[in-house]
């Protein structure tokens, strides 16, 4: 049935089906933020944002989500673009990519490529070409985190008895009832946060601007600052990033589609001899959001970024990374390859 913008779809009960089903939902189209914030306001906590649907709609087969309005993002055109934006009182600009961008057009646009490699390369490294082509940075930095024990069909979870972030009292990868440790798993926050990029948000009470590093908490359950009525609408990355050189790196057990393992990303600021000025390195698929690596700079600011250098910094990142067991993947192995993949990084930096 069909009413306006409205669409009801009603699918065969779960007894019948014989494959993974989508729960029944009504689905909403609006054309504008301001529609799908008033959406959100009239059907409170049974509604929810869909962009791309590429996470959330296999989430919502594995009954994580069950929401009964789902509000689509994809015919607002405000959510979208890839401009330059110049100051008007001088200094640099920004580059502005609307949050409905798919990760397609993000990987392929010149700007991106141009000022912003690293993010280029991230986004190319998401998922594989189709879920490229239909999720988008937006679904990206709003991604919910991931674990053994949650990203399973519900049968599967009610066998082990639930857990502390859908339906039970105890998290199996710390044995406690106490915090929930599922991965921050998504591939371009790492890289915005090494570019000072910002997120803008639209809610009920207006908008905000939240640099990405301060949008993530440590937190499983929740692990961003957003609140569910706030639409990201557009991330904002100054140009002065652009002169930073940048590196991204990616483990995943098969190149062509899976999530990350640990990703890596690195900026650094180079003066004309070649003397660190300033460096940075983020890491993520380890804990509920990404990390920045601590005191880099306090060894490397003034030195060249030679092979010494690199053999350091990649020690003082294996020092400071501990990851658990919220993968399928041995812990003591993703440890062992987090100095690998940030020497990758640092490599790439060097040579520019
Ligand atoms: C097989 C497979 C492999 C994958 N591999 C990777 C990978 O390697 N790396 C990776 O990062 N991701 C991966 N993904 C996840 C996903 O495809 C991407 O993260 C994608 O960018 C999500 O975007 P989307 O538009 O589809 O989000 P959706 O699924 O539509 O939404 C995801 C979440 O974000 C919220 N949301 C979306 N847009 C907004 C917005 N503008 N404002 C507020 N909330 C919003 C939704 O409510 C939902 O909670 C993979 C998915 C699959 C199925
Ligand atoms: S980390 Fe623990 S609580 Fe969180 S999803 Fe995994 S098992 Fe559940």
Request: proline share 5%; aromatic share 6%; with cysteine.
């Amino acid at each position: 049935m069909s009413q306006g913008n409205q669409r009801s779809v009603v699918l065969p009960s779960e007894e019948k089906a014989d494959m993974l089903r989508l729960p029944p939902f009504r689905y909403h189209r609006p054309t504008s933020v301001t529609e799908a914030i008033a959406l959100m306001g009239e059907h409170g906590n049974e509604a929810m944002y869909v962009a791309g649907g590429t996470d959330l709609l296999p989430n919502m087969k594995h009954r994580l989500f069950e929401p009964r309005h789902l509000i689509a993002l994809k015919c607002i055109d405000g959510l979208r673009g890839i401009e330059e934006i110049t100051n008007d009182h001088g200094g640099d600009g920004i580059l502005r990519i609307g949050a409905g961008e798919t990760l397609t057009s993000v990987a392929t646009n010149s700007k991106v490529q141009e000022f912003f490699p690293a993010l280029a390369e991230a986004a190319s490294h998401v998922a594989g070409p189709q879920l490229r082509n239909a999720g988008t940075i937006g679904g990206n930095v709003c991604l919910d985190t991931r674990c053994t024990y949650y990203n399973q069909t519900h049968f599967w979870r009610e066998a082990l008895g639930f857990c502390l972030k859908k339906g039970g009292d105890v998290c199996h990868v710390t044995r406690t009832g106490k915090k929930c440790v599922a991965a921050h798993s998504a591939d371009t926050p790492p890289v915005l946060i090494t570019l000072d990029a910002t997120a803008v948000f639209l809610g009920p009470e207006g908008s905000r601007e939240i640099a990405i590093t301060d949008l993530f908490v440590a937190d499983g359950i929740e692990n961003t600052r957003r609140t569910r009525q706030e639409i990201l609408t557009e991330i904002r990355i100054p140009l002065a990033s652009a002169a930073r050189r940048q590196a991204y790196v990616k483990l995943r057990q098969r190149k062509s589609i899976d999530f990350p393992l640990l990703t890596v990303a690195v900026a650094a600021d180079l003066d004309e001899t070649a003397t660190l000025r300033g460096i940075e390195g983020v890491v993520t698929g380890l804990g509920s959001r990404p990390r920045r690596l601590t005191k880099w700079n306090e060894v490397a600011e003034g030195r060249a970024l030679d092979e010494e250098l690199v053999e350091e910094l990649a020690e003082r990142a294996h020092r400071q990374c501990h990851p658990l067991e919220n993968m399928i993947v041995d812990p003591d192995w993703r440890r062992a390859m987090v100095p690998v993949f940030v020497k990758r990084a640092l490599e790439q930096v060097a040579l520019g």
